[in-house]
């Protein structure tokens, strides 16, 4: 796995409390992921129990709830960083146990070698699989223009803004052609402007190379925009309140922010959201 600190979308996956991947999203492309009765603790402190998902390949599942509920613990399990206390994580259809092959995973915290160029970040993650020094600079400069940092090859980290030091952030991710690339809050720490920029630039990307992804956000306009899925935790210890089909058309640009199924979902969820919340 690389740690770095659906657009098959919007089919219908039965009711709001259905944990079956949504149908349809994105077959073939990513990893699919199973959530079998997880539950996470830390010490005698249950954070979640008894958690049941299935993710399509494909698929992309926003996840929301209230701080402290237990959404980045959830991501650092799929990620095989923290073991579950009870249950499992089943990746294509394998049990996760250590750190998975063909998972990626983005934070918050961009998480850039200081030392290293713009350049060097992002071939690090081939060259610890044992990727040639050339091969994998090949490959970093083609991910560097992908993701608009042309240009910038060999700036360093203190160079750049927030903005680009998460593109770096993203195109280390996708350097090692993930199934499954996990995000937590990976926009988080920059100013809304920024933000807004880099969120249609990955669904950009995300189109041009469908996976699996996984979106912790306290964003919910974000969750709306990304999700073929949302699924909002609550309680205590968390679980999986309820599940949102996102029926958006597939092609999301910035238009669709303003459209009425757009605010009515994201209404819908903002009022599970704060139940949540109220609920704790």
Known sequence: MTTIKSVARAVPAGSGNDTRAA?????GSGAT???????????????????NLT????????????????????????????PPAEGAVRIDGHAVDGTPDGVAMVFQHFGLFPWKTV??????????????????????????TLVGLSGFEKSY?????????????????????PRLLLMDEPF???DAQTREV????????????????????HSIDEA?????????????????????????PPDRDRSVLATPEFLAIRERVWSLVMNAESGR
Not at 120 to 133: E, P, Q
């Open 157 to 177: 980290p203190h160079q750049l803004s927030g903005g680009m030091q998460q593109r770096t952030g993203l195109a280390r991710a996708l350097a090692v052609r």
């Open 33 to 51: 992921v199973l959530l079998d009765g997880l539950t996470m603790r830390f010490g005698e402190r249950t954070v979640s129990k008894d958690i």
């Open 198 to 217: 880099l969120q249609f630039e990955l669904l950009r990307i995300w189109q041009d190379h469908p996976v699996t992804m996984l979106f912790v956000t």
């Open 55 to 82: 993710i399509g390949a494909g698929e992309v599942l926003s996840i929301v709830g209230p701080s402290g509920c237990g959404k980045t613990t959830l991501l650092r399990a799929v990620a095989g960083l923290i």
């Open 224 to 248: 709306v925009l990304f999700g073929n899925r949302i699924a909002v935790l609550g309680g205590r210890p968390s679980g999986v309140t309820e599940l949102i089909d996102v029926t958006l």
């Open 188 to 190: 988080g720490a920059l």
């Open 119 to 144: 350049e060097s970040n992002v071939a690090y993650a081939l060259r610890v699989r044992g990727t040639g020094k050339k091969e994998a600079l090949d490959r970093a400069r083609e991910l560097i």
């Open 23 to 27: 149908d349809g999203a994105g077959a």
